[in-house]
């Protein structure tokens, strides 16, 4: 048996720490199944959350405005939010949205500002009609 589960790390106080592969494998010598964590070594207080079509890893904001969380924490019904209003206050300060480039022009938008260019001007008697 060579099998395998992806599995949330979670701290002694619940907090997100890493996803994790934990490979399901029969010992040669018992022939009991065990877990093999792939590179990472659960530190004390650590376990495992296993991930589930309900229960997936928790999505990580990387700036503000964004959906997900800062410091996610696990509450037995799922991902909550371990960061208190202040803190996520100071985070979004430290961590902004970046800025949206400017919107570039299509070619219809171009086409469109010289046909009504072209108007006033033909319009203003600056150009004969064709």
């Known amino acids: 048996m060579n099998d395998y ?15 994790v592969i934990v490979h399901m494998e029969s010992d040669p010598q018992t022939g009991e199944t065990v877990e093999r964590i792939e590179k990472h070594v659960l530190q004390e207080g ?3 959350v296993l991930r589930t079509d309900d229960i997936r890893q928790p999505t990580l904001r990387t700036h503000a405005g964004q959906t997900g969380f800062i410091r996610p924490r696990w509450d037995d019904n799922g991902w909550v939010e371990g960061c208190t209003e202040a803190e996520i206050a100071v985070w979004e300060a430290e961590h902004p949205a970046p800025e949206i480039p400017p919107k570039l022009p299509t070619q219809g938008d171009i086409n469109s ?6 108007s006033i001007l033909i319009a203003s008697g600056g150009v004969e009609n064709v």
């Open 113 to 118: 500002q010289a046909i009504a260019e072209l």
């Open 46 to 48: 650590e376990s495992l």
């Open 5 to 19: 589960k992806t599995c949330c790390v979670i701290d002694k106080d619940s907090y997100y720490v890493d996803l």
